[in-house]
């Protein structure tokens, strides 16, 4: 399908054209033709899969010239997807007249206030800063007709959900709503109740499975061999650029330090950092200036950073959907990428988790010349064999590979 076909205006072509965009990904081609005739979608798509030009496409082609607003408003769990989206939007929208605005807390309201001021049609918001800006009355929503609730899950997670209900009542009842959410917990689906009318649900490639693009395998490794298994795999692996996820903050600084002690140009985010210090690891990492950047799944969900060849969970994610979603990092876009996952005798109920939740099981490497201290990991193996695994290597005892996943 070609992206003429869809219905949008021309304004919106040309910019598509600009963006070097061939064709429609499965959720553009879903999603655009159902809201531009007007239906509220709930979307289950992985990041990675176009989900933003399937929402913000059709929201413009719909909007017209620039008028009193904001006649859109999309929230955002995070300071850095707003920005995206934000940017995202200024792309789509170049050809039109629209203005679009952001509003994010972390730094100061002067620019908000006067963006505010001057007239917007679309607002890209995080809810505690947009609620900050209602109570003050720098803005009204009694226009809005089109509402966003982007990673609602996460929203959700982040004990945003109250601060979304106290906005979405302050939109017109007569409006388009879409939700994006990779899960539909209880209090998700509820709020899908009262806010959407008759929504249409568009699940997308499932996203319970990781991307086909992604190759993904266990390093079992001892607890206290994590930090130099880590360093050996930079040392022996050929990767360009990675995201190594951690599960907690400390532990992120950790990591981020000893990867400094030892030359890797590595930076981290986390929502300890301040907004700058983010905005900078995040610019210097996409720029090149980095090449490792160290992340908590909270700082790093949605993030649309290109060209990753490898992802590295230094601790195994505890909800399986963050792994689906840490591995998501790479391999987008139909680029081939990599995921590491260092596993530790700990870890053994997240990792059967994460195994039940994508179906699969994950084949467990070795690394050669690495000088492994006993973990009992290593007897996993007698349980059962691993076959039919396709990541290339050496077989070795107990249903283990030698090497790296793939030499690129
Ligand atoms: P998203 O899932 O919205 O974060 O988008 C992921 C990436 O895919 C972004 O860099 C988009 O610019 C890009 N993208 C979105 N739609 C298309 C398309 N139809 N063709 C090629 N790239 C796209």
Same mark, same amino acid.
């Given at each position: 399908?070609?992206?003429?076909?869809?219905?949008?205006?021309?304004?919106?072509?040309?910019?598509?054209?600009?963006?070097?965009?061939?064709?429609?990904?499965?959720?553009?081609?879903?999603?655009?033709?159902?809201?531009?005739?007007?239906?509220?979608?709930?979307?289950?798509?992985?990041?990675?899969?176009?989900?933003?030009?399937?929402?913000?496409?059709?929201?413009?082609?719909?909007?017209?010239?620039?008028?009193?607003?904001?006649?859109? $408003?999309? %929230?955002?769990? =995070?300071?850095? &997807?707003? !920005?995206?989206?934000? #940017?995202?939007? +200024?792309?789509?929208?170049?050809?039109?007249?629209?203005?679009?605005?952001?509003?994010?807390?972390?730094?100061?309201?002067?620019?908000?206030?006067?963006?505010?001021?001057?007239?917007?049609?679309?607002?890209?918001?995080?809810?505690?800063?947009?609620?900050?800006?209602?109570?003050?009355?720098? $803005?009204? %929503?009694?226009? =809005?007709?089109? &509402?966003? !609730?982007?990673?609602? #899950?996460?929203? +959700?997670?982040?004990?945003?959900?109250?601060?979304?209900?106290?906005?979405?009542?302050?939109?017109?009842?007569?409006?388009?709503?879409?939700?994006?959410?990779?899960?539909?917990?209880?209090?998700?689906?509820?709020?899908?109740?009262?806010?959407?009318?008759?929504?249409?649900?568009?699940?997308?490639?499932?996203?319970?499975?990781?991307?086909?693009?992604?190759?993904?395998?266990?390093?079992?490794?001892?607890?206290?061999?994590?930090?130099?298994?880590?360093?050996?795999?930079?040392?022996?692996?050929?990767?360009?650029?990675?995201?190594?996820?951690?599960?907690?903050?400390?532990?992120?600084?950790?990591?981020?330090?000893?990867?400094?002690?030892?030359?890797?140009?590595?930076?981290?985010?986390?929502?300890?950092?301040?907004?700058?210090?983010?905005?900078?690891?995040?610019?210097?990492?996409?720029?090149?200036?980095?090449?490792?950047?160290?992340?908590?799944?909270?700082?790093?969900?949605?993030?649309?950073?290109?060209?990753?060849?490898h992802v590295i969970n230094y601790d195994v994610p505890e909800h399986p959907e963050d792994y689906v979603h840490r591995?998501?990092?790479?391999?987008?876009?139909?680029?081939?990428?990599?995921?590491?996952?260092?596993?530790?005798?700990?870890?053994?109920?997240?990792?059967?988790?994460?195994?039940?939740?994508?179906?699969?099981?994950?084949?467990?490497?070795?690394?050669?010349?690495?000088?492994?201290?006993?973990?009992?990991?290593?007897?996993?193996?007698?349980?059962?064999?691993?076959?039919?695994?396709?990541?290339?290597?050496?077989?070795?005892?107990?249903?283990?590979?030698?090497?790296?996943?793939?030499?690129?």
């Amino acid at each position: 399908m070609q992206f003429a076909e869809l219905g949008l205006r021309a304004a919106l072509l040309d910019a598509i054209a600009e963006l070097g965009y061939k064709e429609p990904t499965p959720i553009q081609e879903q999603a655009i033709p159902l809201l531009l005739a007007g239906k509220d979608i709930i979307g289950s798509a992985q990041t990675g899969t176009g989900k933003t030009a399937a929402f913000s496409l059709p929201i413009i082609s719909q909007l017209g010239p620039h008028g009193p607003g904001p006649r859109c $408003l999309v %929230l955002e769990p =995070t300071r850095e &997807l707003a !920005l995206q989206t934000y #940017d995202n939007f +200024l792309k789509f929208a170049r050809f039109t007249q629209l203005r679009t605005g952001l509003v994010y807390g972390g730094v100061g309201y002067g620019k908000q206030m006067d963006d505010l001021k001057h007239g917007i049609d679309i607002l890209v918001a995080t809810p505690g800063r947009l609620l900050d800006h209602l109570s003050q009355g720098n $803005l009204r %929503l009694d226009k =809005t007709t089109f &509402l966003v !609730l982007d990673e609602a #899950d996460r929203m +959700l997670d982040m004990g945003f959900l109250p601060d979304v209900r106290r906005i979405v009542l302050q939109c017109p009842k007569k409006r388009q709503t879409m939700l994006f959410s990779a899960t539909i917990p209880p209090a998700i689906e509820t709020l899908t109740t009262w806010a959407m009318n008759e929504p249409v649900r568009i699940e997308v490639g499932g996203y319970r499975q990781p991307a086909e693009t992604v190759k993904h395998v266990l390093y079992p490794v001892a607890e206290h061999q994590k930090e130099t298994l880590l360093l050996g795999l930079l040392e022996h692996v050929h990767w360009e650029s990675a995201i190594i996820f951690c599960r907690t903050k400390r532990g992120a600084d950790i990591v981020e330090s000893f990867l400094r002690r030892a030359h890797h140009k590595a930076a981290v985010i986390h929502s300890d950092r301040s907004q700058v210090e983010r905005q900078q690891a995040l610019d210097g990492f996409k720029s090149g200036r980095f090449e490792v950047l160290v992340a908590t799944d909270v700082a790093a969900r949605g993030l649309d950073i290109a060209d990753v060849s490898h992802v590295i969970n230094y601790d195994v994610p505890e909800h399986p959907e963050d792994y689906v979603h840490r591995i998501g990092r790479t391999g987008r876009a139909q680029a081939s990428g990599d995921a590491f996952t260092l596993y530790t005798a700990g870890d053994a109920q997240f990792v059967a988790a994460i195994e039940r939740f994508i179906s699969q099981k994950i084949p467990r490497l070795k690394l050669e010349t690495f000088a492994y201290q006993y973990t009992a990991l290593f007897d996993e193996g007698r349980l059962g064999p691993l076959s039919e695994r396709k990541t290339k290597g050496v077989r070795m005892g107990k249903g283990y590979f030698c090497g790296s996943a793939r030499k690129r």
